[in-house]
């Protein structure tokens, strides 16, 4: 078999080095939360590599993003959401949150509340407790990922924090510490 020489530019390279480790980074953290949002791990894998594909290939070497994991997390999220506007599911939370358990009925019950309660919450605050309690972003982070004031995020986290935590208190019965 001959294989074709292929003759690569610095910047394809350096685009690719850059990819790679920024890959090593984030692949963990972007696939367990687009699993959350689309509820399907391999869908979650295939918009994991969709975000670094696209990322490759308007990333300029000379221009790196301030905060690499906002930008790539705001592909994923754009394209999670493009893909859940195809899909028709707007119910995408109910399907993905997964709480540490010991107790099977417990983790059933507890799952069952949680997801219902992100369903009953905005799809924008469902998001933002998502990427700073689960994908460990800052709020900071989801500012500049979204084009949003710092203070209108940490708003928005702080009603999103509140609403769920009184829809969380009315299924369950009881107050939440």
């Avoid at 990333?59 to 493009?82: K, V």
């Avoid at 109910?94 to 099977?104: D, K």
């Avoid at 702080?158 to 935590?165: E, G, L, P, V, W």
């Amino acid at each position: 078999m001959i294989i074709p020489y292929v003759h690569t530019t610095e910047r394809e390279t350096a685009v690719t080095q850059v990819i790679s480790q920024w890959f090593d980074d984030h692949h963990d953290a972007m696939f367990r939360y687009l699993t959350r949002i689309v509820g399907q791990p391999e869908q979650a894998a295939d918009l994991v590599q969709e975000t670094f594909l696209r990322a490759m290939k308007v990333l300029d070497p000379t221009l790196l993003p301030a905060i690499p994991q906002a930008w790539l997390f705001r592909i994923a999220s754009n394209l999670a959401l493009d893909h859940l506007r195809r899909q028709r599911r707007w119910s995408w939370f109910m399907r993905s949150w997964q709480p540490e358990t010991n107790n099977f009925d417990q983790h059933v019950e507890t799952t069952q509340a949680i997801r219902g309660c992100l369903a009953k919450l905005k799809p924008q605050d469902a998001e933002v407790l998502l990427m700073v309690h689960y994908a460990g972003c800052s709020p900071a982070e989801v500012a500049k990922l979204n084009g949003e004031e710092l203070g209108a995020v940490r708003k928005r986290l702080s009603r999103a924090r509140d609403r769920f935590r009184n829809l969380y208190e009315e299924e369950r019965g009881h107050e939440v510490s």
